[in-house]
C-alpha cells in the first residue's frame, strides 16, 4: 500500500529545494511539484508615489510557493513585504477556486499554509496583501498539483442533496483497521472531500493514525502509533509528538524539526496513549492512556478457566496533560467502573491491539469529549457498555469524581434502548449526548446468541443534570438512526470503530466505518458506509448525503468521519 511513500517524499523535498532556489532568481514566482513550470505574471499593484516609497513599497512584496513534504497537493507559501501587511490568497484552476480568509494579523513576513486544491491540477495563486494604510498590491505565481500515490478507497456518492447537507470538507480517516492490526502498523491515509466529493486534503505518515481533530491554534491533533500522539500542520507536517515516559528520564529533543515531548504520571504508571485526543482552547490535552492491576490467580481461573497464563487486568485511564508534557490529572476506569460487578466479555482474549498474554484488555475506552457545558469529560466505555462523565476539579493527581454513569450500573434513569459496546461519544450544541451504538452482543441479537437481526445505529440522548439535585436527574433516548445495509439488505451492522456527529447546521453524520457483510468473517468483508441525516420526522429524518466504499471482498473501514467548515481556521487567519 505504501511502498511508493519514501520515493514521493524525497521527489517532494528536492522539488521544496527547486522552488527555494528558484525563488531566488524570480522573486514574484512560484515553485509547483514536478512538471511545474515558474510563470512570471504582470503585477498588478500601482508603481509608489516618492512618500509611499518613505512608508515602505509594496512593489517590492515577494512570494515563495514550496510543496508539502507530506502532501503532494498541499503547500507553504511565505510573502515577504517592507511593510506590515495582511494576506488573503486565491487559486484557481479550470474548474475549482481555493480562497483563503484575510490573515487576522498584519507582518512583514507570512509564512501560510495554502491547502484544499484537487491533484493533478494547474491553479493560478493569487496573493493579495493589504497595507496598514489600505494600499492593495496582487502578485501572482503558479502552482501544478501532484498526484497522490496512495491506495485511496472508490468512494461512491449514492445520494447527494446540496441544498439540504451541511458544506465543508468531509474527512475521512481510511482503512484504520488494516493499518491498526498489521504487524508493522503501517500508516493509512487521511483524506478531506470538498462538496462536490473530490480529494482536497491529504497526508499520510506510514504510521496508523485516528482520531483526527483539529486545534484550537489552527493545527491537527491525532492518535497514533508507535509515538502516541503527534500534532500536524494542516500541510501534513509533524510539529511535535508525545510518547509516554514511564522512567522519567527523558527530556524533550528535536528530531528533524520535530519537537519529541515525554510525560509521565508521578503517582501511577501510564502506557501509551490510544483510541483517542482532544486538545483544549488553553493549550492543555486530554488523551486516552492505560495502566495495569494486578488480579489473584484465584480470579483469574473464576474469569477465564483453564488459562495457562498469568494476566493483569488493563484499565483506561483519562490523561490531562500540559502542552509541555506535565501530568496534570488522570482518571483511572478502575476507580470510577467496578471490575467485580461489570468484568466485560472479552478478557479471555490473548490477541489484539493492546491486548497480550499478560494483559487483559478490560473497560476498552475508545472516545472522549470535554463537555463545556457541564466542565466534565465523557468516555465511552466499550466493554463496560457505559458512558461515564467524569467531574473536572480544581485539585491535580489522580481524580475520581464522577457527575453521571449512563448504562450498565448507571446513576441516572434512563429511558431509551439499551447500547452495546458503544463508540464517539460527544455532546451537541444543545448539551446532548451523542454515540454511536454498536451493538455487539445485543439481547436477543445473533451475536448475542438470540433470533433477532445485528444492527447498529446513532443514537442521541438528552440528559437532564442542570438541577443542584442530583437525584431529579434523568436521561431520554431522543433521537436514532437505523439504516439497511445496502450490500447485504438487512440492518447494517458495523460490530467495530465507526462514530456519530452534529454538523454545523444540525444535521447528523453517521459513520459506519466498520459494517460487515459476515460477522464470522469480520476483517475480511468490512465496508464504510457514511450517511447525513437532517434528524426530522419519522425513521429518523431524511438522508441528504450518503457515501460508500468497498463491496465487502477487501476490507475497507473509517475510524472516524467528520465535516469541517474549512481547512483554513484558527488564530492565524480572521474567521
Same mark, same amino acid.
Request: hydrophobic share 40%; glycine share 8%.
Given at each position: 500500500m505504501h511502498n511508493s511513500l519514501p520515493r514521493r517524499l524525497a521527489v517532494a523535498l528536492s522539488l521544496a529545494v527547486l522552488a527555494t532556489a528558484c525563488s531566488d532568481d524570480v522573486e514574484e514566482e512560484g515553485a509547483g511539484t514536478e512538471g511545474a513550470e515558474n510563470e512570471e505574471v504582470e503585477d498588478s499593484s500601482e508603481a509608489p508615489s516618492s512618500a509611499e516609497q518613505d512608508v515602505g513599497d509594496l512593489d517590492a512584496t515577494t512570494i515563495e510557493i514550496i510543496t508539502s513534504e507530506i502532501s503532494p497537493i498541499a503547500a507553504r507559501?511565505?510573502?515577504?513585504?517592507?511593510?506590515?501587511?495582511?494576506?488573503? @490568497?486565491?487559486?484557481? +484552476?479550470?474548474?475549482?477556486e481555493v480562497a483563503t480568509p484575510t490573515t487576522a494579523a498584519s507582518a512583514t513576513d507570512h509564512d501560510l499554509p495554502l491547502?484544499?486544491?484537487?491533484?493533478?491540477?494547474?491553479?493560478?495563486? +493569487?496573493?493579495?496583501?493589504?497595507?496598514n494604510d489600505g494600499r492593495t498590491a496582487t502578485k501572482e505565481a503558479v502552482f501544478v498539483t501532484g498526484e497522490i500515490e496512495d491506495n485511496i478507497p472508490d468512494f461512491q456518492v449514492t445520494n447527494a442533496d446540496p441544498a439540504r447537507r451541511s458544506p465543508g470538507i468531509t474527512i475521512i480517516e481510511t482503512n484504520t483497521v488494516p493499518a491498526a492490526v498489521g504487524t508493522d502498523f503501517g500508516g493509512n491515509?487521511?483524506?478531506?472531500?470538498?462538496?462536490?466529493?473530490? @480529494?482536497?486534503?491529504?497526508?499520510?505518515?506510514?504510521?496508523?493514525?485516528?482520531?483526527?481533530?483539529?486545534?484550537?491554534?489552527?493545527?491537527?491533533?491525532?492518535?497514533?502509533?508507535?509515538?502516541?500522539?503527534?500534532?500536524?500542520a494542516i500541510t501534513g507536517e509533524p510539529v511535535r509528538r508525545y510518547y509516554v515516559d514511564p522512567a522519567a528520564t527523558d527530556e524533550t529533543t528535536v528530531v528533524d524539526g520535530t519537537e519529541l515531548i515525554p510525560y509521565h504520571a508521578d503517582w501511577m504508571e501510564l502506557g501509551s496513549i490510544h483510541h483517542d485526543v482532544q486538545v483544549r482552547p488553553d493549550g492543555t490535552i486530554?488523551?486516552?492512556?492505560?495502566?495495569? *492491576?494486578?488480579?489473584?490467580?484465584e480470579r483469574q481461573q473464576e474469569l477465564c478457566p483453564g488459562d495457562e497464563f498469568e494476566w493483569g487486568v488493563t484499565s483506561d485511564v483519562i490523561v490531562h496533560m500540559t502542552s509541555d508534557g506535565e501530568v496534570l490529572r488522570t482518571w483511572d476506569l478502575w476507580d470510577i467502573s467496578s471490575f467485580e460487578d461489570l468484568p466485560g466479555p472479552l478478557l479471555c482474549q490473548t490477541q489484539g491491539l493492546g491486548i497480550s498474554e499478560a494483559e487483559r484488555d478490560?473497560?476498552?475506552?475508545?472516545? /472522549?469529549?470535554?463537555?463545556?457545558?457541564?466542565?466534565?469529560?465523557?468516555? +465511552? +466505555?466499550? *466493554?463496560?457498555?457505559?458512558?461515564?462523565? /467524569?467531574?473536572?476539579?480544581?485539585?491535580? =493527581?489522580?481524580?475520581?469524581?464522577?457527575?453521571?454513569?449512563?448504562?450498565?450500573?448507571?446513576t441516572v434513569p434512563y429511558d431509551g434502548e439499551s447500547f452495546h459496546h458503544t463508540h464517539g461519544v460527544k455532546t451537541a450544541a444543545n448539551g446532548d449526548i451523542l454515540l454511536y451504538d454498536n451493538g455487539n452482543f445485543r439481547p436477543g441479537t445473533e451475536m448475542a446468541g438470540g433470533d433477532g437481526p445485528n444492527y447498529s445505529r446513532g443514537v442521541r440522548i438528552q440528559v437532564d443534570d442542570a438541577n443542584d439535585d442530583p437525584s431529579t436527574w434523568s436521561a431520554t433516548q431522543v433521537w436514532e438512526h437505523r439504516m439497511i445495509d445496502p450490500l447485504t439488505g438487512a440492518p447494517i451492522f458495523a460490530p467495530i470503530i465507526s462514530d456519530t456527529d452534529e454538523l454545523a447546521n444540525g444535521n447528523i453524520?453517521?459513520?459506519? =466505518?466498520?459494517?460487515?457483510?459476515?460477522?464470522?468473517?469480520?476483517?475480511?468483508? /468490512?465496508?464504510? *458506509?457514511?450517511?447525513?441525516?437532517?434528524?426530522?420526522?419519522?425513521?429518523?429524518?431524511d438522508v441528504v448525503w450518503e457515501l460508500q466504499a468497498g463491496d465487502g471482498t477487501q476490507p475497507e473501514s473509517t475510524y472516524r468521519a467528520d465535516r469541517w467548515e474549512s481547512l483554513y481556521y484558527g488564530p492565524l487567519w480572521s474567521n
Open positions: 507559501l511565505t510573502v515577504t513585504a517592507d511593510v506590515a501587511v495582511t494576506v488573503q @490568497i486565491t487559486a484557481t +484552476s479550470d474548474d475549482h491547502v484544499g486544491m484537487r491533484q493533478n491540477d494547474t491553479y493560478r495563486v +493569487s496573493v493579495n496583501v493589504t497595507a491515509a487521511i483524506v478531506g472531500l470538498d462538496e462536490d466529493d473530490e @480529494i482536497v486534503w491529504y497526508w499520510n505518515t506510514d504510521r496508523f493514525q485516528g482520531s483526527v481533530q483539529r486545534t484550537p491554534a489552527g493545527d491537527v491533533a491525532v492518535q497514533n502509533d508507535p509515538f502516541g500522539m503527534t500534532i500536524h486530554f488523551a486516552l492512556g492505560r495502566t495495569v *492491576h494486578e488480579i489473584p490467580v478490560w473497560t476498552h475506552a475508545n472516545a /472522549l469529549w470535554f463537555d463545556e457545558t457541564r466542565d466534565a469529560i465523557l468516555v +465511552s +466505555s466499550r *466493554h463496560t457498555d457505559q458512558i461515564i462523565a /467524569l467531574a473536572m476539579t480544581e485539585e491535580t =493527581g489522580p481524580q475520581t469524581e464522577t457527575r453521571w454513569i449512563l448504562g450498565a450500573d448507571g453524520l453517521v459513520t459506519h =466505518g466498520g459494517a460487515v457483510v459476515d460477522p464470522a468473517r469480520l476483517f475480511e468483508t /468490512l465496508h464504510v *458506509h457514511l450517511v447525513e441525516i437532517v434528524p426530522d420526522g419519522a425513521n429518523g429524518g
